[in-house]
């Protein structure tokens, strides 16, 4: 059995590739004048540049936290670049009009900006860098009155949302990733969904890294009117560097009463080597506010980064309002995640779900943090949190950090974790059965999954299967 | 159809199996028997390809294949089924999905076009029948909260499902009460065909009253020290395992 592990073939991050675009990029360091000029190369309201201006005031007051389970080199944030877009951004007519070097990329990211992803009914909105190219569908969309645009272009075409929602969940003072990301936010995705309307297809973003040192600081908006109903994909993939890239965004969503919006990541930024050198850093903040009767969940798969740092959390402020978090995370080599949610809970008769799978393989260091906080008015709240944990391999780690805080007596609260090893007993199973090694291991570990992957889109499922796979090759002896 | 010659094997620095030497032709039942320690489930799992056994010297020839040089999933592809002692549980994958896997994999070896869902579900309703097994089980997870009747009888389903040319139970019999030994023997016995082979790995006379052996092989101190008909376990339960002993 041991003959597997070193022997396997190491996949070579698929992705590593870089696109030769003429890149317009300004010099590394951040000041005052470095949020002003990104600011004015997207032509942004005043409004906006005060708001950013605000931001980085803030953030120069603020110190970076290091309460997290991870260990990083310290951070030089004027060593990064702060902008960098492909020259060739005008609002275009067709694809045709797309520098066709981009085209490229996205068709070896798997992304096709043609009709065969309009037959398959999702709406891309494809991002390269940091300016968006192109937003397909949009006319479709808009029969249904559903807004899908970068956030760039929503800055311009309905500033009036974004002035009344941006800031409103995760405001710009909240943590110093925030605050970085307040002022120099490079682009995003705006979404906007109408009173009672049910988005008819399942929206989805991509990413890509590319130029040096570039950090990429994507911020999202997605406001769901009331009785309105949203499926957002977020998949993201990034090509192989030696300095590490900061990723630190801000995903922010608002339910209105009624509404509902299901938010999902297959998460596979470049993990560095198998000695840890290069990966991403994803350090992210993702909020969601859910009004009266509505539900926000959050479904993510993490298998990529070098340091994963993130709690997508759900803001109960409306009562019978409900939210959902269900999580895979993996880290394999020397990868470090320290993840989970926070679900606060303060109207009335509220309800919580958190499923929560980390697999720690080769040295990988996982630790689940989740906060369930129960407010004095909360009457008759609810939470079931499952947090279980996998080990493969003898080198790797499993942390847990629970924190509830319960301040009224009617909630009810249910907290179950458990930790298990893969047993060669299961793969020896598994193999009497006609199934290989790898097989095996993908099987076993999709059942631990079972539960999460359930709640992803179809399309999704799949490519997280997948990416487990590729994760834990070599990862058992 | 299986020729073991001359077979050593090892657990660490232990040796275990000393010397077993064993033909199995198609059609036929054998029965290995023999007391605690004396290397039954070794050599069940050494012809099953379990990694944690060293195999020091001997041969296992298989359908004219060096079965030892083969990994065990290739082993089972094949046609060797090891019906587990203590099935091993996989939570989270249902019993549906895991034998369509293995099924559509083994058929996939052998060149055959793999089964979609329904195709399976269709398969799955005569089989669940033979070890009488209501088919709400297919979607529980493997032996995840089986009793261990219902793990056994697990076992003989995916027998039933593979179809295999060599099937060893291993100790199928232990921690059965006499209505689940009856339906495991029952399923065994209906799988029966004259291409295919069955060894019987037991301490206990009591299976061999429904599973009827050709021959029957004793086992202890790691060799084959007598082999005879089916008369021999009869023997055996009267006299005990000394007695083949002194007499060896």
Known sequence: MSASIDALVNKEYQYGFVTDVDADT???????????????????PQWLLDWRLKAYRRWLTMTEPHWPNVKYPVIDYQASRYYSAPK????????????????????????????????????????????????????????????FCSFSEAV???????????????????????????????DGSFCYVPKGVRCPIELSTYF??????????????????????????????????????????????????????????????????????????????????????????????????AITWKYPSVILQGDNSTGEFYSVAVVNNKQQADTGTKMIHIGRNTKSTIISKGISAGQGQNSYRGQVKILPKATGARNYTQC??????????????????????????????????????????????????????????????????????????????????ITLEGSVG | ?????????????????????????????????????????????VIAGHPGYDVTSGSVTFAGKDLLALPAEERAQH????????????PGVTNAYFLRSAYNEVRRANGLDEVDPMEFLDLMEEKLKLVDMDPAMLQRSVNAGFSGGEKKRNEILQMAVLAPKLAILDETDSGL??????????????????????????HYQRLLNYIVPDFVHVLAGGKIVKSGGKDLALELEAKGYDWVLETA
């Open chain 1, 26 to 44: 300004i010099a590394p360091g951040l000041s005052e004048d470095v949020v002003r000029l990104i600011s004015a190369k997207k032509n942004e």
């Open chain 1, 88 to 147: 060739s951004v005008k609002p275009l007519q067709s694809l045709d009009e797309v520098d066709p070097e981009l085209l490229k990329t996205y068709d070896k990211l798997g992304i096709s900006l043609t009709e065969q992803k309009f037959l398959a009914g999702v709406a891309v909105d494809a991002i390269f860098d940091s300016v968006s190219v192109g937003t397909t569908m949009k006319d479709e969309l808009a029969k249904h009155g559903v807004i």
């Open chain 1, 156 to 186: 311009h075409t309905y500033p009036e949302l974004i002035q009344k929602y941006l800031g409103s969940v995760v405001p710009y003072s909240d943590n110093f990733f925030a605050a970085l990301n307040s002022a120099v936010f490079s």
């Open chain 1, 208 to 305: 890509r890294i590319n130029a040096a040192d570039t950090g990429q600081f994507e911020r999202t908006l997605i406001v769901a009117d009331e009785g309105a109903y949203v499926s957002y994909l977020e998949g993201c993939t990034a090509p192989k560097r030696s300095t590490n890239q900061l990723h630190a965004a801000v995903v922010e969503l608002v339910a209105l009463d009624n509404a509902s919006i299901k938010y999902s990541t297959v998460q596979n930024w470049y993990a560095g080597d198998k000695d840890g050198v290069g990966g991403i850093y994803n350090f992210v903040t993702k909020r969601g506010k859910a009004m009266t009767n509505s539900k926000i969940s959050w479904t993510q798969v993490e298998t990529g980064s």
């Open chain 1, 388 to 469: 279980d944990s996998m080990l493969v391999g003898n080198k790797c780690g499993a942390h847990t950090f629970p924190y509830i805080e319960v301040a009224n007596n009617s909630a009810t609260l249910e907290h179950e974790a458990s930790t298990s090893k893969i047993g060669e007993d299961q793969i020896f199973y598994c193999k009497a059965r006609g199934l290989s090694t790898e097989q095996a291991i993908s099987l076993i570990v999709s059942g631990f999954c079972r539960e999460v992957f359930k709640e992803l889109p179809m399309e999704f499922a799949l490519e997280a299967q997948q990416l487990l796979g």
């Open chain 2, 1 to 45: 159809m299986l020729t073991i010659d001359k077979l050593h094997a090892n657990v660490g620095d232990k040796e275990i199996l000393k010397g077993i030497s064993l033909t199995v032709n198609a059609g036929e039942i054998h029965a290995i028997m023999g007391p605690n320690g004396s290397g039954k489930s070794t050599l069940a799992q």
């Open chain 2, 79 to 90: 046609g060797v089924f090891l019906a587990f002692q203590y099935p091993v549980e996989i």
């Open chain 2, 177 to 202: 009460d006499i209505d689940a030994l009856r339906i495991v023997a029952e399923g065994v016995n209906a799988l029966k065909r004259p291409d295919n082979a069955t060894i019987v790995v037991t």
